[in-house]
């Protein structure tokens, strides 16, 4: 595996913004080379250290999913070569991790699928028995399936801040009627075949976020990563039992360890800057982040 790329740095194309993980160049007026570096982020800070190899893990389970769900929407893959818009010095921090993809017009909301109780789900319910507006069965568990996969939008934050679930009234307002329940229709189609797919390889995709944009056609178009353990919450069949939170193949296992991390004897309380991650934290997240991708393309 190459060396760790915490950030890029190219000097041959335009940069147009650096994200939590992901860096976007233009190419032209009308594509984006989208490099996926090492960093990780939980609770919507960066780490400080890279985790080696994670952004080519991320950009070939992307590619698998964009394959696997071709036929339900178009995506921004261009089918162009990452290699072909760069320096030959440059090739190293783009190989293996990047995609060139078509310049969209994102929209504005997160379409997140969930077809298992967990997170910030579980906790909303526990509160008002209902996620995101949606209102559910009483008497759910920790980590129990849904009767069906539910939409619930979020608001997308600005680094360092945190997304925020809204409900889908709220989500019409913001981009109207008709494209709200294009979105919300199609995010569900997307991840019931990832999720029925998934489980003939033993995963169960417990959540998922899809993002989405308009080409200059206006075109809905499905944009960004797509069902990677940095945007979805992966569980191994053989251990889930409802009721605690199952172990995981996202990055859970940091955000379990950032949990119980102190900082001059204070827990951490989820803001910049992160404690360092351990050598064998880092090490178990990229085994982790492997064994997704091996399980799923094997």
């Known amino acids: 595996m190459s060396s760790a790329l915490l950030q890029s740095?190219?000097?041959?194309?335009?940069?147009?913004?650096?994200?939590?993980?992901?860096?976007?160049?233009?190419v032209g007026d009308d594509r984006i080379l989208m490099i996926a570096s090492d960093r990780l982020s939980a609770f919507d800070v960066i780490m400080g250290e890279p985790i080696p190899g994670k952004g080519a893990l991320l950009t070939r389970m992307a590619l698998f999913w964009f394959d696997k769900l071709a036929g339900i929407v178009?995506?921004?893959?261009?089918?162009?070569?990452?290699?072909?818009?760069?320096?030959?010095?440059?090739?190293?921090?783009?190989?293996?991790?990047?995609?060139?993809?078509?310049?969209?017009?994102?929209?504005p909301v997160e379409a997140v699928v969930r077809g298992y109780l967990a997170g910030s789900g579980w906790a909303e319910y526990q509160k008002s028995g209902s996620v995101c507006g949606v209102p559910l069965p009483p008497g759910l568990r920790n980590a129990d399936k849904l009767p069906a996969p539910i939409f619930t939008p979020a608001t997308k934050a600005e680094q360092g801040e945190h997304d925020e679930n809204i409900d889908f009234t709220r989500m019409v307002e913001i981009i109207g009627a008709d494209l709200a329940t294009r979105v919300r229709d199609i995010s569900i189609q997307l991840y019931q075949r990832a999720a029925d797919y998934a489980l003939t390889?033993?995963?169960?995709?417990?959540?998922?976020?899809?993002?989405?944009?308009?080409?200059?056609d206006g075109t809905l178009t499905l944009m960004?990563?797509?069902?990677?353990?940095?945007?979805?919450?992966?569980?191994?069949?053989?251990?889930?039992?409802?009721?605690?939170?199952?172990?995981?193949?996202?990055?859970?296992?940091?955000?379990?360890?950032?949990?119980?991390?102190?900082?001059?004897?204070?827990?951490w309380g989820k803001t910049a800057p992160a404690p360092a991650l351990p050598a064998e934290v880092i090490a178990r997240t990229v085994e982790k982040y492997q064994e997704a991708l091996t399980r799923l393309t094997s």
């Open 201 to 216: 390889k033993g995963i169960i995709i417990a959540d998922t976020k899809f993002e989405f944009g308009l080409d200059a």
């Open 9 to 26: 740095s190219l000097t041959s194309l335009p940069l147009l913004g650096r994200g939590k993980v992901r860096e976007n160049y233009a």
């Open 74 to 107: 178009p995506n921004h893959l261009t089918g162009d070569d990452p290699l072909s818009v760069v320096t030959p010095a440059e090739r190293e921090q783009v190989e293996g991790r990047a995609m060139l993809v078509k310049r969209l017009k994102p929209l």
């Open 224 to 267: 960004d990563e797509v069902l990677t353990p940095d945007s979805s919450r992966y569980w191994p069949v053989e251990s889930y039992a409802p009721g605690r939170n199952p172990p995981s193949y996202d990055k859970q296992f940091v955000r379990d360890w950032l949990e119980a991390a102190t900082v001059d004897g204070k827990h």
